[in-house]
Nanobody, 116 residues
Framework: EVQLVESGGGLVQPGGSLRLSCTASGFTFSSYAMSWVRQAPGKGLEWVSAINSGGDSTSYRDSVKGRFAISRDNAKNTVSLQMNSLKPEDAAVYYC?????????WGKGTLVTVSS
């Protein structure tokens, strides 16, 4: 059974930093790309960032480029999202996401609040 467990969310002031982590189990983690997706209150899902299986190729939505960094540790089955220079518009529930053919897997999410 695929399991994705996010952690690291919390309350941070604008301009602050947080590091989110996702621990995966139930599949061969090192074989799959992973993504982070967020959902702000009252809004739809928004893709944030992705990393390939080997960790040497990453992509970001424009609004977070230069502020967020995705990484993975295939030995520990974890994918992380370092978030710097946080803005109020980054506030959301952040989800770890695995896509395989025909299936989408999600964790329960971790809440990021950006407020002074």
């Amino acid at each position: 059974e695929v399991q994705l467990v996010e952690s690291g969310g919390g309350l941070v002031q604008p301009g602050g930093s947080l590091r989110l982590s996702c621990t995966a189990s139930g599949f061969t983690f090192s074989s799959y790309a992973m993504s982070w997706v967020r959902q702000a209150p009252g809004k739809g899902l928004e893709w944030v960032s992705a990393i390939n299986s080997g960790g040497d190729s990453t992509s970001y939505r424009d609004s977070v480029k230069g502020r967020f960094a995705i990484s993975r540790d295939n030995a520990k089955n974890t994918v992380s999202l370092q978030m710097n220079s946080l803005k109020p518009e980054d506030a959301a529930v952040y989800y770890c996401n695995l896509k395989v053919v025909g299936m989408n897997y999600w964790g329960k999410g971790t809440l990021v609040t950006v407020s002074s």
